[in-house]
Each structure stands twice: as C-alpha cells, then as structure tokens.
C-alpha cells in the first residue's frame, strides 16, 4: 500500500498545492488563462506527439481497443441519460450535462501524468488513443444534444461546422495525428527540436495537476447536486469496472494497455463538462459541483484501483 500511497501523493499533491495556493493568493480565475493556453496549446501536445511518434506504427490501430473503450463510455452515458430524462419528464439539455457529468472523465488534464506515473511510457499509446477518440464524440454529442433539447439556436449547417471545427482544430487532435504520421514515417525530429520536446513533456503534467487544483479552489460550492451518488458511483465505480470487463472480453491487450484505460475510465468528471455546461447556460453550478466532489473522491477511488492492480487483485485479463 505504502508503494501506491507514495505513486499518488505527487499527483494529488500537486493538485491540492494548486488548491492551496489559489486560497491564499486570491488571484482571480482569469489569471489562469496563460497557464491553460501554455497546457493546452504546448505541453500536453508535445507530450502526445513525442511519445506518439515514437511507437510502431502497427500499435496505433487496435480498433478492439479503441471501440471497447468509448462503447463503455457511452453505455454510462446512456444509463444516467436515460434515467435523468425519465425522472425529469424529458428534460435534454440538463440531462445531457448530467450524463456527461459521469462519463467524461478527465482524461486530459490528470490522465496523461497519472498512467504514464503508473504504467511508464507503454501508457502512452493508449492514453493518446482514448482522450483523440473519446474527445471526438464528446465534442459531437453535446452540441447535438442540445439542438435536439431547443437549447442551440443556430442553423444545422453552422452547428455541423462548428462541431468539425473543433475537432480537427484540437491542439491535442492535432498533436495525436501528427505524432501518429511520424510513428508512420518514422521520422525524428533534429536533436534540438527533441530536446525541446522533452522539456514540454515534463513540465506538462505538473502544469495540468497544479492548474486544476487552481481551479477547483476558485469555483465555490454553492450546492450539491440531488443525482451527485449516481454521478459518482457511475463515474468512478461502474465505469472503470465496466471498461475492464468490455476489454477484457473485446481483446487480449498488454496489462499497460488494459490498466491505463481502466485508470483513465475511473478518473473524476471533467473539467470541461463545466465549460460545456457554461456554455449552454444549464446546469452550471451543478456541473462545477460535481466536478469538485469527484475528484475529492477520486482520491480514495483512484488510490483503490491503483492497488487492486499494482497487487494483482485484477487480474490483467479476465476472460484469458
């Protein structure tokens, strides 16, 4: 235990020194913005592409792995969408933001730092895999959601644009897909590009943690949300078990492979779920609740998870 205590203790910490900072310095959240832009645009691209590049090309297509990891996604979307549009007499657009609520996880921000920390540099194929592919539908389902609940008042052409826009136009899409042509071409870049990269890559997940402590200190908790035990027990328990269940009988993949989405599966809501909630205009302190109080939990349910595998509860494969 002590072995998985002191793997997550960084992680955490680092998150809770960004919590407690931004409690004593009172900067406002606006202060935050270069840091993001430099996580966003910067480091975590250049963390994807680096190690992206550096993986056979062969690695980079497991179709099995990829489909069985956004299906289980998408059935614990569907389970709270379901029962949130029942209970509220066909609510969409809240629903829509509770469903997200416990199924996007924060892949982007914690993901990354925490598997490869876990698993090493084998985490970051995966990791790359799932944050690309999941990113796309998250991207594509929210605003269609909310045009079909009335919420979104533009025309289908713009919204169809806007969707593909922010898809292709992901700094961390973007990365992937270049880092997956130079996988393909086995191209490296001169030693002092590379050299570069490799001080983006460590600072990233430092940076990301830190930024999200931040954050999570500067959106009070106003009020907690009714469906918040759904929420998390669906974000934090059913997803990851679910994931590990689907891979395990979608495929036999590497114990890095199957950890690392089953780690980013039980991560806590993200952050952007917030933002999309913002943006719509519903659901919104909610949304920043339940982001504050799952990842507070994630920190005895990710600390759990990881000693289940670091001990060989789980098993690597369940159906061998």
């Given at each position: 235990?002590?072995e998985?205590?002191?793997l997550?203790?960084?992680?955490?910490?680092?998150?809770?020194?960004?919590?407690l900072v931004?409690?004593?310095?009172?900067?406002p959240?606006?202060?935050?913005g270069?840091?993001?832009?430099?996580?966003?645009y910067v480091?975590?691209?250049?963390?994807?592409?680096?190690?992206l590049?550096?993986?056979?090309?062969?690695k980079?297509?497991?179709?099995n792995?990829?489909?069985?990891?956004?299906?289980?996604?998408?059935?614990?979307?569907?389970?709270m969408?379901?029962a949130?549009?029942?209970?509220?007499?066909g609510?969409?657009?809240q629903?829509?933001?509770?469903?997200?609520?416990?199924?996007?996880?924060n892949?982007?921000?914690?993901?990354?730092?925490?598997?490869l920390?876990?698993f090493g540099?084998q985490?970051?194929?995966?990791?790359?895999?799932?944050f690309?592919f999941?990113n796309?539908?998250?991207?594509a389902?929210?605003p269609?959601?909310m045009?079909?609940?009335?919420?979104?008042?533009?025309?289908?052409?713009?919204?169809?644009?806007?969707?593909v826009?922010?898809?292709?136009?992901?700094?961390?899409?973007?990365?992937?897909a270049v880092g997956?042509?130079?996988?393909?071409f086995?191209?490296?870049?001169p030693?002092?590009?590379e050299r570069?990269?490799?001080?983006?890559?460590?600072?990233?997940?430092?940076?990301?943690?830190?930024a999200?402590?931040?954050?999570?200190?500067?959106r009070p908790?106003?009020?907690?949300p009714?469906?918040?035990?759904?929420?998390a027990?669906?974000?934090l328990?059913?997803h990851?078990?679910?994931c590990?269940?689907?891979l395990s009988a979608?495929?036999?993949f590497?114990?890095?492979?199957?950890?690392?989405a089953?780690?980013l599966?039980?991560?806590?809501?993200a952050?952007?779920?917030?933002?999309i909630?913002?943006?719509y205009?519903?659901?919104?302190?909610?949304?920043?609740?339940?982001?504050?109080?799952?990842?507070?939990l994630?920190?005895?349910?990710?600390?759990?998870?990881?000693?289940?595998?670091?001990?060989?509860?789980?098993?690597?494969?369940l159906?061998?």
């Amino acid at each position: 235990m002590s072995e998985v205590i002191g793997l997550v203790l960084p992680f955490f910490g680092l998150i809770f020194l960004g919590f407690l900072v931004a409690r004593l310095t009172r900067q406002p959240l606006e202060a935050l913005g270069w840091m993001n832009t430099f996580i966003i645009y910067v480091a975590l691209p250049a963390m994807f592409f680096q190690l992206l590049a550096k993986t056979p090309f062969e690695k980079l297509t497991e179709w099995n792995f990829i489909l069985g990891s956004v299906f289980s996604t998408y059935v614990v979307f569907s389970l709270m969408f379901a029962a949130s549009v029942i209970l509220s007499r066909g609510e969409i657009a809240q629903s829509t933001i509770k469903a997200l609520a416990a199924a996007y996880g924060n892949i982007g921000y914690m993901g990354p730092g925490l598997a490869l920390l876990a698993f090493g540099e084998q985490a970051a194929v995966p990791v790359a895999l799932i944050f690309c592919f999941e990113n796309i539908i998250h991207f594509a389902i929210a605003p269609m959601m909310m045009a079909l609940s009335g919420g979104e008042k533009r025309p289908a052409h713009e919204l169809i644009v806007d969707v593909v826009r922010k898809i292709v136009l992901h700094p961390f899409i973007i990365a992937t897909a270049v880092g997956v042509a130079a996988a393909y071409f086995q191209f490296r870049p001169p030693v002092p590009a590379e050299r570069l990269l490799v001080y983006l890559s460590n600072a990233a997940a430092p940076c990301a943690l830190f930024a999200m402590g931040v954050t999570l200190a500067l959106r009070p908790l106003n009020r907690v949300p009714t469906e918040m035990l759904p929420i998390a027990l669906l974000k934090l328990i059913v997803h990851p078990l679910l994931c590990y269940v689907v891979l395990s009988a979608v495929g036999n993949f590497s114990p890095a492979w199957l950890f690392s989405a089953v780690l980013l599966a039980g991560l806590p809501t993200a952050t952007n779920v917030f933002v999309i909630a913002q943006q719509y205009g519903v659901w919104v302190q909610r949304a920043s609740a339940s982001v504050l109080i799952t990842t507070c939990l994630s920190v005895v349910t990710v600390t759990g998870l990881l000693y289940l595998i670091r001990n060989g509860i789980l098993p690597p494969d369940l159906f061998p």
